[in-house]
């Protein structure tokens, strides 16, 4: 089965950096545009970043842009996420997903997921 494994998570102050890894196995990995999410308890998970196939285009959600930088590895079948300039509002488990192609903003068009990562942002 395909097996997706988010690594990064953390706690860190406001302000500060983390960089998020997502390393596929048992995926064709250059064929699927891959996506990052983050949820908290009681809500619905929302997109924060994705990449296409080829990793020349990707997408930010209004609240991360200019912030985060996705970007991807197929050499190492890995995405990853920089999250830098970190707010409390950032606090939530961080899931890293596949599709095929091309990159969504909804979880539903995605096939695979992986576990999550906390992220934890004091104040």
């Known amino acids: 089965q395909v097996q997706l494994v988010e690594s990064g998570g953390g706690l860190v102050q406001a302000g500060g950096s983390l960089r998020l890894s997502c390393a596929a196995s048992?995926?064709?990995?250059?064929?699927?545009?891959m996506g990052w999410f983050r949820q908290v308890p009681g809500k619905d998970r929302d997109f924060v970043a994705g990449?296409?196939?080829?990793?020349?285009?990707?997408y930010f959600a209004d609240s991360v842009k200019g912030r985060f930088t996705i970007s991807r590895d197929n050499a190492k079948n890995t995405v990853y996420l920089q999250m830098n300039s970190l707010k409390p509002e950032d606090t939530a488990v961080y899931y890293c997903?596949?599709?095929?192609?091309?990159?969504?903003?909804?979880?539903?068009?995605?096939?695979?997921w992986g576990q999550g990562t906390q992220v934890t942002v004091s104040s």
């Open positions: 997903a596949a599709k095929s192609v091309f990159y969504s903003t909804s979880p539903n068009d995605y096939a695979y």
């Open positions: 048992r995926l064709t990995f250059s064929a699927y545009a």
């Open positions: 990449i296409n196939w080829s990793g020349g285009t990707t």
